[in-house]
C-alpha cells in the first residue's frame, strides 16, 4: 500500500473496506466536506469538477485496456 493512503488510514481519515470484487477505500463525509470547502477556494467549483472527471475518466480508459470483454473466452 501507498504510503500517503497508509497515513490517511492511520490518522482515520479514510475508511478500508473489503468487498466480493475487493478492497474498496472511502473518505469520510467529513473528509469529503473539508476538502470541498479548501478547494472552493482554490478553484471555481465547476472547473474542478470537470479536472477530478476528466482525470479518473482518463485513469479508467487506461485500465480498461487490460480488462477482458464479456464477449471474449477464458484463455486457459
Do not use: I, W
Not at 477505500?25 to 476538502?35: D, G, N, Q, W
Request: charged fraction near 30%; aromatic fraction near 6%; proline fraction near 7%.
Amino acid at each position: 500500500m501507498e504510503q500517503p493512503l497508509q497515513a490517511l488510514l492511520e490518522k482515520s481519515l479514510v475508511h478500508r473496506r473489503n468487498t466480493p470484487v475487493g478492497t474498496r477505500f472511502e473518505l469520510l463525509e467529513s473528509t469529503r466536506e473539508y476538502a470541498e470547502e479548501k478547494a472552493s477556494g482554490l478553484l471555481a467549483s465547476e472547473e474542478l469538477r470537470s479536472r477530478h472527471a476528466d482525470y479518473y475518466r482518463s485513469l479508467a480508459l487506461q485500465a480498461e485496456v487490460g480488462m477482458p470483454r464479456p464477449d471474449q473466452r477464458p484463455v486457459v
